[in-house]
């Protein structure tokens, strides 16, 4: 009889490594939201802190959720935020999966039709210009043709190989990404996000309370998350 495989615990922050990172600050006390009241601890001159134990519960079901579909892929992260970007093309990159990292393309997941042909459009204009095959254009249509391209690699590159809609989404800030939070409820895509003090925590399905404004605290958050995804695929 097979034995089965033994599923390795995922590795969690401490929560001194969440205090270190600075996961703990949330937002000035007249800027909450009354639904993040749970999993606050104090306040100290006039700022809300988070309760890290109750941040480190909260990641922990959100990347058991995330290792369990990874296997499935489809999984996209997005940061718009300055401080999610780099983060997120990096962790991304680093656990192989989609993410959008500018800004959120209107209609991505409700008019997935539409943004599928740009990104088939761009990998195609890409593969052209790799191949030489515009080496017959004018030198003026061969500029215009790679202006088309880094734009379309700026807005939508880190979507490249798309072409479903994806399984879930997980987001730096589900505040600064609410449109993507909104499309995502409304095709029934789950959304994993970090919540702010000053957000909403059931507008995602998983949500992570911490600070969504530090790219020290963004980065362990999705760096777990990451890990996640690639111990789902292992």
């Known amino acids: 009889m097979e034995k089965k495989k033994k599923v390795q615990p995922l590795k969690i922050p401490t929560a001194e490594e969440l205090l270190e990172a600075g996961v703990h600050f949330g937002h ?3 800027r909450w939201y009354p639904k993040m009241a749970p999993f606050i601890y104090t306040e100290k001159g006039g700022v809300h802190v988070f309760d890290l134990y109750k941040t480190r519960e909260k990641l922990t079901e959100a990347a058991q959720f995330l290792r369990k579909v990874a296997i499935e892929g489809g999984v996209l992260f997005v940061g718009t935020k300055r401080q999610a970007q780099e983060v997120i093309a990096r962790e991304a990159k680093r656990a192989g999966v989609f993410y959008l990292n500018k800004r959120w393309v209107g ?3 409700t008019n997935f039709d539409s943004v599928k042909k740009n990104i088939e459009k761009m990998e195609d204009l890409s593969k052209k210009i790799k191949d030489k095959e515009l080496s017959h254009y004018t030198k003026k249509e061969q500029l215009l043709a790679a202006r088309e391209l880094a734009n379309l690699e700026g807005e939508i590159g880190g979507l490249r190989g798309m072409r479903a809609l994806p399984r879930v989404l997980v987001l730096a800030s589900a505040k600064g990404d609410e449109i993507a939070s909104a499309e995502g409820r409304q095709l029934g895509v789950p ?5 702010d003090t000053n957000a909403d925590p059931s507008t995602v399905n998983y949500p992570i309370p911490g600070n969504d404004d530090a ?3 963004i980065g362990i958050l999705i ?6 995804v690639l111990a789902g695929k292992k």
């Open 215 to 217: 790219t020290s605290s």
């Open 28 to 30: 000035l006390k007249r």
């Open 191 to 195: 959304v994993v996000g970090i919540i």
């Open 107 to 109: 209609g991505l997941l």
């Open 223 to 228: 760096g777990t998350l990451a890990d996640a």
